[in-house]
């Protein structure tokens, strides 16, 4: 089973851009779609994108469509959440998962492997 680590939160402004990234390790990460998920205190957590295990199918909540991007480099156990044009409601904690299947069709218990999360604030 892989484990996950995310990376690359922060603080930006309005507009600006983040990308994080979901490194992974103990297991065979082509076998898992990977999906980015967020979570404000006192919300459930919220699907954000995914891409399946051997990249190329991708989905994406509507308010993030045509911001954010996901993508996957096998090779280094990696996967990108690029943020384009940040919003105050994009503020969050971010987490990575790694589903059992390595399609997109995930549903939330599908998950079998959790990172600690990046901080993600949007602010002027």
């Known amino acids: 089973q892989v484990q996950l680590a995310e990376s690359g939160g922060g603080l930006v402004q309005p507009g600006g851009s983040l990308r994080l990234s979901c490194g992974a390790s103990?297991?065979?990460?082509?076998?898992?779609?990977i999906g980015w998920f967020r979570r404000v205190p006192g919300n459930d957590r919220e699907f954000v994108a995914i891409i399946a295990g051997r990249g190329g199918r991708t989905q994406y909540r509507d308010s993030v469509k045509g911001r954010f991007t996901i993508s996957r480099d096998n090779a280094k156990n990696t996967v990108y959440l690029q943020m384009d044009s940040l919003k105050p409601e994009d503020t969050a904690t971010y987490y990575c998962?790694?589903?059992?299947?390595?399609?997109?069709?995930?549903?939330?218990?599908?998950?079998?492997?959790w990172g600690q999360g990046t901080q993600v604030t949007v602010s002027s």
């Open positions: 998962g790694a589903c059992k299947y390595y399609s997109i069709g995930c549903d939330s218990y599908d998950y079998v492997s």
């Open positions: 103990g297991g065979d990460f082509r076998n898992n779609a």
